[in-house]
């Protein structure tokens, strides 16, 4: 799970959590804040997976390189929904957007699918890290 833009310390611990809960490791950017929040957020019995990254959008490219499926999380156009989307049989990145403006256009250009969680409320957007780790879920197989 890669929330390689994130504004919110306490979604990334959020996110450890579930990553924890499925077998899945945590992609983030060195930002300067970024330890003390996982510290933070960290009620697990062993420190979770973690991968520290300076070049996002660098890291993304190598991951497509050597074959990893790339999915973004994000409301699109060309999105699909949540419940189209099979387990992960490969190597797999999750990508979460910014809490704030979402994947950047830069990114959005590597992903190989994008997969969006319905909504029918009035809200605009899920919580970043609520959206996450459905999507991990579906893909876990554990849903
Ligand atoms: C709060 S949302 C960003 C909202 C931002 N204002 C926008 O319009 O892009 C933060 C991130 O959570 C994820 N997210 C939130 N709700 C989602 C949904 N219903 N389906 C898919 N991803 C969602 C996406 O990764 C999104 O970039």
New binding site residues.
């Given amino acids: 799970m890669a929330p390689l833009w994130p504004l919110h310390g306490a979604n990334l611990g959020t996110l450890a959590r579930t990553c924890d809960a499925t077998g899945a490791c945590l992609t983030v950017p060195r930002f300067p804040w970024v330890p003390e929040a996982l510290a933070r957020g960290n009620t697990l019995r062993k420190p979770p997976c973690v991968h520290w990254t300076g070049d996002p959008v660098g890291w993304l490219e190598r991951e497509r390189a050597r074959g990893t499926r790339v999915v ?4 699109a156009d060309e ?1 699909i929904r ?1 419940a189209e989307l099979p387990p992960a049989r490969e190597r797999t990145v999750i ?9 950047p256009p830069e990114a959005l250009d590597l992903l190989d699918v994008c ?5 029918v409320g009035t809200g ?5 890290a ?3 780790s459905l ?1 991990l879920y579906k893909l876990a197989g554990l849903l």
């Avoid at 990508?95 to 994947?103: A, N, R, W």
């Fill in positions: 973004g999380v994000e409301l999105a949540l990508v979460l957007g910014h809490e704030q403006q979402g994947i997969v969006e969680i319905p909504m605009a957007s899920l919580n970043v609520v959206a996450g999507v």
